[in-house]
């Protein structure tokens, strides 16, 4: 295990988990900004980790999104920690969860998921349980008409709803439907790897966009279950244009080699992501880490950040 050793009576760390499946463009380098300063702030460590379990995943946008997060000031401890070279460990984990009966393989397309009516109260989208109350023959003739994939794995997941509190979005309560572990392509679910990368460096503080707040209370479950401590939660405005669409390379200039190809510091770049967070004239990371406390935080708008980037 690569990372960070963390003691006991240590706050333990914050992070910033991007997926390396492009550049990272203003939106990801403010929550980065903001990751960085919410743990420096409270005396936490750092941690980076790539997420590159996704086919999508390349080398070249590993080293290009470290390289802008170093421009703008986010330093981390220790070495980079990678989910492609922690596969052992999930897959001892999915062992230990499966011996335990907590896991149960689920044979549903795509096209299965998106015709299945949601169970009653359960919000759009939310796994009905179609396979979890499966007899062996079923299973057994189901998995047979599998074809060019296996099974998923999914958590018979425990609750029907869990609250979380979120230092932007204040108190957050979702269902928690049976998520999946192993998706049936074989590549461990964001869920999954995330939740155990988290617990098994000490992080303590989880700092991301709000897009992935709905998935924070299954998230929570998996803690629970696992035996892990919660971590803090602060959940991110993303960054959207003008016609309240997400931020696209389209849009024009935004991300740091674009700004730059413009004539763009990376100090005013930092300076810009600091105006919209209400920390003017930032300077360098330090700056806004400096000015924005946890009521910083607390006060920053739940509403998108509307940019309109530059064009050449
Ligand atoms: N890898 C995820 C992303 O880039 C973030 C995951 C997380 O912070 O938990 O959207």
């Avoid at 910033?16 to 492009?22: E, M, V």
């Avoid at 000015?291 to 920053?300: N, P």
Wanted: charged share 20%; with cysteine; hydrophobic share 40%.
């Amino acid at each position: 295990m690569t990372g960070v050793e963390v003691r006991p009576e240590s706050p333990g760390c914050g992070r910033f988990a991007p997926s390396p499946t492009g550049d990272l463009h203003l939106g990801n380098l403010r929550t980065a900004l903001l990751a960085w300063s919410l743990a420096r702030q409270s005396g936490r460590g750092f941690l980076m980790r790539m997420e590159d379990l996704d086919a999508r995943s390349r080398p070249e946008f590993v080293s290009r999104q470290l390289a802008d997060l170093e421009a703008v000031g986010v330093e981390w401890d220790g070495p980079v920690l990678f989910q492609s070279a922690r596969l052992q460990h999930y897959r001892d984990v999915v062992d230990d969860l499966s011996s335990r009966g907590m896991l149960y393989e689920c044979y549903c397309t795509r096209r299965d998921l998106a015709e299945a009516p949601s169970a009653p109260h359960s919000p759009p989208g939310a796994y009905p349980g179609t396979c979890r109350g499966l007899s062996e023959r079923e299973r057994s003739a189901r998995r047979a008409a599998l074809t060019n994939r296996g099974p998923a794995l999914r958590l018979a997941a425990q609750a029907g709803s869990v609250a979380v509190v979120d230092a932007v979005f204040g108190p957050y309560t979702g269902t928690t439907d049976d998520l999946v572990i192993l998706r049936g392509d074989g590549v461990f679910s964001y869920n999954f790897a995330s939740v155990l990368d988290d617990a098994a460096t000490g992080v303590t503080q989880v700092v991301r966009g709000d897009d992935l707040l709905p998935s924070t209370p299954r998230q929570a479950h998996l803690h629970e279950l696992l035996g892990f401590t919660l971590p803090e939660y602060a959940h991110v405005p993303l960054v959207e244009n003008a016609e309240g669409a997400r931020l696209a390379k389209r849009d024009g200039a935004v991300t740091l080699s674009d700004l730059r190809g413009l004539g763009w510091s990376t100090e005013d770049v930092v300076s810009f992501i600091g105006s919209s967070l209400g920390v003017p004239g930032a300077r360098c990371a330090s700056d806004i880490a400096d000015a924005l406390g946890i009521t910083g935080l607390r006060s920053l708008p739940t509403e998108p950040w509307v940019v309109t980037p530059p064009s050449s």
